[in-house]
Nanobody
């Protein structure tokens, strides 16, 4: 089993920045890739970004390209989502997810999920 714990959400004004972190624990050796997936009120879950556990493969949703950066810290088993130029449309609960096999650029197939962290962007 893998446990995921997100942190770093909050309230920010449009144009501002936030940094989300996801700490993985447990059988982290089984992780193939990790992703951030968000869900806005009344909407379906939306893929945001993903990174392979090796860090050599990264994907972004078109809606966040150029504004969000995903990275990982091998020593800390942590994945970070640096968000800048935030827009009200980015308001959502952001979930960290991990999977044991690829591909990583699809929302289906993620085996482990965190509880989510709220990001609210005011206009």
């Amino acid at each position: 089993q893998v446990q995921l714990e997100e942190s770093g959400g909050g309230l920010v004004q449009a144009g501002g920045s936030l940094r989300l972190s996801c700490a993985a624990s447990g059988r982290t050796s089984s992780i193939y890739g990790m992703a951030w997936i968000r869900q806005a009120p009344g909407a379906e879950r939306e893929f945001v970004a993903a990174i392979s556990w090796s860090g050599d493969t990264i994907y972004y949703a078109d809606s966040v390209k150029g504004r969000f950066t995903i990275s990982r810290d091998n020593a800390k088993n942590t994945v970070v989502l640096q968000m800048s130029s935030l827009e009200p449309a980015d308001t959502a609960v952001y979930y960290c997810a991990a999977r044991r096999v690829g591909p990583i650029a699809t929302m289906t197939g993620y085996d482990y999920w965190g509880q989510g962290t709220q990001v609210t962007v005011s206009s």
